[in-house]
T-cell receptor
Framework: GDSVTQMEGPVTLSEEAFLTINCTYT??????LFWYVQYPGEGLQLLLK?????DKGSNKGFEATYRKETTSFHLEKGSVQVSDSAVYFC????????????FGKGTHLIIQP | DAGITQSPRHKVTETGTPVTLRCHQT?????MYWYRQDPGHGLRLIHY???????DKGEVSDGYSVSRSKTEDFLLTLESATSSQTSVYFC????????????FGPGTRLTVL
């Protein structure tokens, strides 16, 4: 079946550091890929997405590129802020029906001032 | 933000009691989903709906039932709650099937004693 693997953390960085959160996937066909962010006590918000190979999703300084050859969708940001502290989820949707997203276990990111 | 509300937001109940969680949307989206979030597991799909009175099982459906009598409401019922169902429950909606993103509600924290 479909699966998503991501580093679980916690990942602790200093403010203004470069961020990479790795995400790899296994899926049949050509899934859409997503990054969601969850701030404490809140639901999940869509951060960015990519729907086909070589697409780059971007939002709020975050970027991720759909790499079909390495089945990866790594999240990056050039300079993190304290306000980026949250849990980040990589997810895929393989399509072909109305069923749900397949999520990774989430990466807890802590940014220290 | 997508118009999704969940009620109650917090609930404590005892083993063996029935519990119903409600998801209400104002977006008129056809597809609705229930997930549970547990540490070390990310989010896992419980049930989903692809229209009024049309529902199907997800990955972790045992012990749960759902109903959808109106487009805007999707109910999740635990017929006889168990401690293993202590979790945070999220509702999500999507305007289309296939590979589209989903939008999440704020969640319900359920504790079964």
């Amino acid at each position: 079946g479909d699966s998503v693997t991501q580093m679980e953390g916690p990942v602790t960085l200093s403010e203004e550091a470069f961020l990479t959160i790795n995400c790899t996937y296994t899926a049949t066909g050509y899934p859409s890929l997503f990054w969601y962010v969850q701030y404490p006590g809140e639901g999940l918000q869509l951060l960015l997405k990519a729907t086909k190979a070589d697409d780059k999703g971007s939002n709020k300084g975050f970027e991720a590129t759909y790499r079909k050859e390495t089945t990866s969708f790594h999240l990056e940001k050039g300079s993190v802020q304290v306000s980026d502290s949250a849990v980040y989820f990589c997810a895929l949707r393989a399509g072909g029906g109305a069923d749900g997203l397949t999520f990774g276990k989430g990466t807890h990111l802590i940014i220290q001032p | 933000d997508a118009g999704i509300t969940q009620s109650p937001r917090h609930k404590v109940t005892e083993t063996g009691t029935p519990v119903t969680l409600r998801c209400h949307q104002t977006e008129n989206h056809r597809y609705m989903y229930w997930y549970r979030q547990d540490p070390g597991h990310g989010l896992r799909l419980i049930h989903y709906s692809y229209g009024v009175k049309d529902t199907d099982k997800g990955e972790v459906s045992d012990g749960y039932s759902v109903s959808r009598s109106k487009t805007e409401d999707f109910l999740l019922t635990l017929e006889s709650a168990t401690s293993s169902q202590t979790s945070v429950y999220f509702c999500a909606i999507s305007p289309r099937a296939d590979k589209d993103e989903q939008f999440f509600g704020p969640g319900t924290r359920l504790t079964v004693l």
